[in-house]
């Protein structure tokens, strides 16, 4: 369990800093909620690379006042994934809403959709008692400042309240168009009583994106999540994920991440009901020839109630000094017998310029459990790049064949088969651009 950051003067400095270069929203009905974020951020300070949960990262380009620049994306466009799919868009460019690219009408039956640019001027609005909650709730045993600073400091994002079965996904699609932005988005989801909702997310969004989604599943309700992080090579994110689940309900994420020079994405899920069930998973790919590559997978599950299933099934393929990261840890609770968690994380280095830094952790506190974690790493397979290549395949393709073959694993965690086929795609994509490389 880790302790609160430790306060220093360069710490708080730099915290100042970086606050004093905001511009933090006043009024609305997220007042109470952005004072008390900002509280936890000037308590805990901007974190840096001595802390705990922090080793294996270096924040410093998220936590500097002036964000870096990130040069725009200048290949090939490719098709918008998802784009062939009946959905309803919510866009936005640079973090500012972009109507034009939006769906003309943001009605969905079974769904309430809204901007917190625009809500945050009601006083009674569903969003009052989620907006910063579970965030909040997700500072222990881990401070995550910022996650707090995205609360005290978005001015806006979607409000989605799911009260029936959604007939199409909601996208949310995020275009990166200054080489200056400095984008804060916060979303708020609530999911009802037996409702079900797919969200879709696509984009770099900006040349910093700092993200912040709250997932609220009342008991029997669906999430599914699927979300790809792409394509400039230059943009930084962190993004944070709080979810508590209700009884018998259900979360599923899935990300895919290629290129950037640095991600980090955090998952905090708190199973709070009976029988519920979350799978978390990712997919991500790096090559460093294309300029640096870090990418960071931190996750916390707390299992308290019984009777409840976690998955953490994260894969990276990596190249030319590429790094990728992985964080894990399953708390099982004192009373959450029958619980069922399991954690794996792996790594394909395809040379030897490219690591893989793992921390997987298990905290039991209860006696009927059955959990496991595994993590390891290796490069490709010569018997079966032998087998491939004896059968007349060429080096490049048997490579490709082997590498998507190490990622079925965590794509199969999508539920969606249509998804699941348009993400190989766009793998086999990503590798057909890179086999000579």
């Known amino acids: 369990m880790a302790a609160p950051a430790r306060k220093d003067a360069a710490r708080e400095a730099a915290t100042e800093a970086r606050l004093a270069a905001m511009d933090l929203p006043k009024g609305g009905f997220t007042t109470m909620?952005?004072?008390?974020?900002?509280?936890?951020?000037?308590?805990?300070?901007?974190?840096?690379?001595?802390?705990?949960?922090?080793?294996?990262?270096?924040p410093a380009e998220l936590t500097v006042a002036d964000g870096p620049e990130a040069a725009l994306f200048a290949g090939q466009v490719e098709p918008q994934l998802f784009g062939a799919r009946d959905r309803l868009v919510v866009a936005f460019t640079d973090g500012r809403f972009d109507a034009e690219r939006s769906s003309a009408d943001l009605a969905l039956e079974g769904v309430e959709i809204t901007r917190l640019a625009v809500a945050d001027a009601v006083d009674l609005h569903w969003a009052r008692d989620l907006y910063g909650a579970l965030e909040a709730d997700g500072q222990q045993p881990v401070v995550r400042p910022l996650a707090?600073?995205?609360?005290?400091?978005?001015?806006?994002?979607?409000?989605?309240?799911?009260?029936?079965?959604?007939?199409?996904?909601?996208?949310?699609?995020?275009?990166?168009?200054?080489?200056?932005?400095?984008?804060?988005?916060?979303?708020?989801?609530?999911i009802e009583s037996g409702a079900e909702l797919t969200l879709l997310e696509t984009g770099p969004a900006a040349a910093r994106f700092s993200k912040v989604m709250e997932?609220?599943?009342?008991?029997?309700?669906?999430?599914?999540?699927?979300?790809?992080?792409?394509?400039?090579?230059?943009?930084?994110?962190?993004?944070?994920?709080?979810?508590?689940?209700?009884?018998?309900?259900?979360?599923?994420?899935?990300?895919?991440?290629?290129?950037?020079?640095?991600?980090?994405?955090?998952?905090?899920?708190?199973?709070?009901?009976?029988?519920?069930?979350?799978?978390?998973a990712g997919a991500a790919l790096g090559d460093g020839a294309t300029g640096d590559f870090h990418h960071d997978d931190t996750v916390f599950v707390t299992h308290d109630a019984v009777g409840c299933e976690s998955r953490q099934v994260f894969k990276k393929v990596l190249k030319n000094g590429a790094v990728g990261v992985f964080q894990g840890k399953i708390l099982v609770k004192q009373g959450a017998q029958k619980t069922d968690g399991y954690q794996i994380s792996q790594a394909l280095l395809l040379d030897e310029d490219s690591q893989f830094l793992a921390k997987p952790e298990l905290e039991i506190y209860a006696d009927d459990v059955k959990c496991s974690h595994g993590s390891t790493t290796g490069a490709i397979d010569d018997t079966a790049l032998f087998y491939l290549r004896s059968r007349g395949v060429s080096r490049e393709d048997a490579t490709a064949l082997l590498v998507l073959s190490f990622l079925a694993d965590a794509i199969a965690e999508i539920e969606d088969e249509g998804l699941q086929a348009e993400i190989v795609t766009r793998?086999?994509?990503?590798?057909?651009?890179r086999r000579k490389g």
């Open 215 to 280: 997932v609220d599943l009342a008991a029997g309700g669906r999430f599914h999540h699927v979300r790809a992080q792409g394509r400039d090579h230059s943009r930084r994110a962190i993004t944070h994920i709080f979810t508590r689940l209700g009884a018998g309900s259900q979360f599923k994420s899935f990300t895919l991440t290629a290129n950037g020079v640095l991600t980090r994405n955090e998952c905090v899920i708190d199973i709070r009901g009976d029988g519920a069930v979350a799978h978390v």
């Open 33 to 58: 909620a952005r004072a008390a974020a900002l509280a936890r951020v000037r308590a805990a300070g901007l974190p840096s690379k001595r802390d705990e949960y922090w080793r294996y990262t270096n």
């Open 427 to 433: 793998l086999e994509g990503w590798l057909a651009r």
């Open 148 to 190: 707090a600073l995205n609360t005290a400091a978005a001015t806006d994002g979607v409000l989605i309240r799911a009260t029936g079965r959604a007939a199409k996904p909601v996208h949310l699609v995020y275009y990166h168009e200054s080489t200056t932005s400095d984008a804060i988005l916060h979303h708020c989801i609530r």
